[in-house]
C-alpha cells in the first residue's frame, strides 16, 4: 500500500512539472527549492503557510502556494500548513481570531449580541458585518503574523544537526 503511494505521489509531481501552463508562467518551478527545500526554504513556508490559514478569505491554498512560489519556499508546505483552516475548523480558528480582534481594539464584542440572527443571511451582513469586519480581519491578520513569525524562528533557529544533536542525548536522572 505504502509502495502503491509512494508511486502515485510521484506520478503527480512528475505531471505536475511537465504541466505547460506553469512551464510557461512559473518558469523556475522545477527548481528544487521549491520541493525539496532547506531550512531556509522551510521557514519561508511555515511563515507563509500559517499566515495564510489565518486569512479569512476563499481560496488560501492558492495564496499560500503562489506566495511560495514568489518567496522561494517550500511549496508543498506552505499549501499543507493553509489546509488547517478547512470547513470544519474554519469557524473556531476565525472566531477566535475576531475575539484576538476584539481584545487589540478594545471593542465590544458583536457576535454573542446577534445571535438570533442567522449568520450569513442578508439581514446579518447589514445589521452585524459592518460593526464586526475591523476586529475579525485584523485579528485573524494579527494572529497569522504572530503564528507565522513564530513558527519561521522555531524552524530557522533548529537546524537539523542541533535538532538531531538534541534528540541523541540520552536522559540522566540526577539522584
Not at 92 to 107: D, E, N, S, V
Not at 147 to 156: N, V
Amino acid at each position: 500500500m505504502f509502495r502503491y503511494l509512494t508511486l502515485k505521489l510521484h506520478q503527480i509531481g512528475r505531471a505536475t512539472k511537465r504541466s505547460p501552463f506553469l512551464n510557461r508562467y512559473f518558469p523556475k518551478f522545477k527548481d528544487r527549492v521549491y520541493w525539496a527545500g532547506d531550512r531556509k526554504s522551510f521557514a519561508r513556508a511555515s511563515f507563509i503557510g500559517l499566515f495564510c490559514m489565518m486569512l479569512p478569505i476563499p481560496f488560501q491554498m492558492v495564496l499560500s502556494s503562489i506566495f511560495a512560489y514568489y518567496f522561494r519556499a517550500n511549496i508543498p508546505l506552505a499549501t499543507a500548513l493553509a489546509w488547517i483552516t478547512n470547513p470544519l475548523t474554519m469557524w473556531a480558528i476565525w472566531y477566535g481570531g475576531y475575539k484576538f480582534g476584539t481584545w487589540i481594539l478594545a471593542t465590544p464584542d458583536l457576535f454573542d449580541a446577534s445571535a438570533q440572527l442567522s449568520i450569513g443571511s442578508s439581514q446579518w451582513f447589514s445589521d452585524v458585518f459592518p460593526h464586526i469586519w475591523q476586529p475579525f480581519f485584523l485579528g485573524n491578520a494579527l494572529l497569522g503574523i504572530i503564528f507565522g513569525t513564530l513558527a519561521y524562528l522555531i524552524i530557522s533557529h533548529f537546524h537539523s544537526n542541533r535538532l538531531a544533536s538534541f534528540l541523541k542525548k540520552p536522559i540522566t536522572k540526577k539522584a
